[in-house]
């Protein structure tokens, strides 16, 4: 592989996709789904699985933005840790916020199965590491909350 070529691996390693024209007629939806990456394709077949007419849109060539360019690593981490989350927002809001990113990588791994994707999806474990001792402060309390609240977790 290039990697000094500016192309987005995913694109080198699958060569490019299908190509699609421009609409040249109009027609009628129920909900316009603008981007086709990862998100708009999700967002599409949870639509299209709800029996809601729907269509993506994209401006490029389908899934060839940060899609495209991503590690394609899910993992059930969000920006802000959940120890300081729950002083962000109420406790209750910041432990469903982790429980529905996990669970959201089952439902990922289902649709694979469901649509018959091949898409050598592996579970893997995230390792968080600490560089300092206020590092290490923030994993222990973030052992301890994510203990508490039941979320897979080991230290």
Not at 15 to 28: A, G, I, Q, S, V
Not at 58 to 65: E, P
Request: net charge negative.
């Amino acid at each position: 592989m290039d990697l000094h070529s500016g192309l987005p691996f995913w694109i080198v390693k699958n060569e490019f996709f299908d190509l699609y024209y421009p609409l040249r007629n109009d027609f009628k939806i129920d909900v316009a789904i603008i981007g086709s990456g990862i998100t708009g394709a999700l967002v599409a077949h949870e639509l299209c699985e709800a029996g809601v007419e729907c269509a993506l849109i994209d401006k490029r060539t389908i899934s060839t933005g940060s899609s495209a360019a991503s590690t394609a690593q899910l993992q059930y981490e969000i920006d802000t840790p959940l120890s300081k989350l729950v002083n962000i927002v109420p406790k209750k809001i910041a432990i469903d916020a982790y429980f529905n990113c996990l669970d959201s990588i089952t439902d990922i791994e289902n649709i694979f199965k469901k649509t018959n994707i091949d898409a050598d999806f592996t579970r893997v474990p995230t390792v968080l590491l600490a560089s300092n001792q206020q590092g290490v402060k923030l994993l222990d309390e973030e052992y301890a909350i994510r203990t508490e609240v039941g979320l897979p977790v080991k230290y």
